[in-house]
């Protein structure tokens, strides 16, 4: 498994605990999907594997991962070309089959006029595909990626998709959260519902459609039931 988590409490003060008893894993070649509604604990989970939740009770055993966060997060002053540069300088790698390597992601995502610009400057959707690129360049065991297809073209989609496919292939294992279940049904293995702090449902599609009742019922649907009435953690 390249992560392995079991969280008995977790949050942002002692007595005022987010998450309750959430436990699963994330295994080589697997992409689980982390869904739920606004509030429901999703960002504090991925937190939590971060490490930069201060509060937590439990265990979690994590691979070297790549974190793309809903919200791009750049350096000052650091141009995108110096961004690369910068992830090259903290990796063994080879430097020729690495600049290489960058340069074809950036023609794929059409950035390669921008390379020298600060990534300040540039769009949301822009924003979003140096993070990828970044995150694709270090090739580790697990990509964490918080809400990725926010504000992402249709083409970009797309290439992101086919990303995520290349890294299953590779061997990575990703985590993903997301409110766009219509994608998220297409092209998760495994899904995790979180609702008010609480895992209340995980598995295949096969599996949330046997707990909701559901046979034939579409991701939003399982959803929808299984995130009715769910208590809350306080
Ligand atoms: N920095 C923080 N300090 C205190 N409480 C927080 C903090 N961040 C989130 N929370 C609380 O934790 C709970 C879960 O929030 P979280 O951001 O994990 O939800 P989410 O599932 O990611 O929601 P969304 O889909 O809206 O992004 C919410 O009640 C929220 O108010």
């Keep these: 498994m390249f992560l392995t988590l079991d969280i008995k409490e977790a949050g942002y003060s002692i007595d005022e605990p987010v998450l309750k008893d959430i436990q699963f894993s994330v295994g080589p070649g697997e992409l689980v999907g982390l869904i739920g509604p606004n509030g429901a604990g999703k960002s504090t989970t991925i937190k939590s594997i971060l490490g930069v939740v201060n509060q937590v009770r439990g265990d979690i055993q994590v691979n070297e991962y790549a974190y793309i966060p809903e919200r791009p997060i750049f350096y000052d002053g650091l141009t995108l070309w110096e961004h690369i540069d910068f992830l ?86 990703i985590l993903m959260s997301t409110h766009a279940l219509d994608t998220a049904e297409k092209i998760c293995d495994r899904f995790l519902l979180i609702s008010k702090g609480r895992l209340v449902a995980q598995g295949t599609l096969g599996d949330l459609r046997r707990e909701s009742g559901l046979n034939q019922g579409s ?16």
């Design 88 to 173: 090259l300088s903290t990796l063994q790698t080879d430097e020729d089959s690495f600049t290489q390597r960058a340069k074809r992601l950036l023609d794929l995502f059409q950035l390669s006029r921008v390379t020298h610009d600060f990534p300040e400057s540039f769009s949301k959707g822009m924003q979003q595909k140096v993070m990828l690129i970044l995150a694709l360049l270090k090739k580790p065991d697990l990509h964490i990626i918080d809400e990725p297809f926010m504000g992402l073209d249709p083409r970009a989609i797309k290439d992101l998709l086919q990303m995520i496919d290349n890294e299953k292939e590779r061997g990575a294992g």
């Design 219 to 234: 991701l939003l649907d399982c959803f929808d039931v299984l995130t009715m009435g769910e208590p809350n953690v306080r």
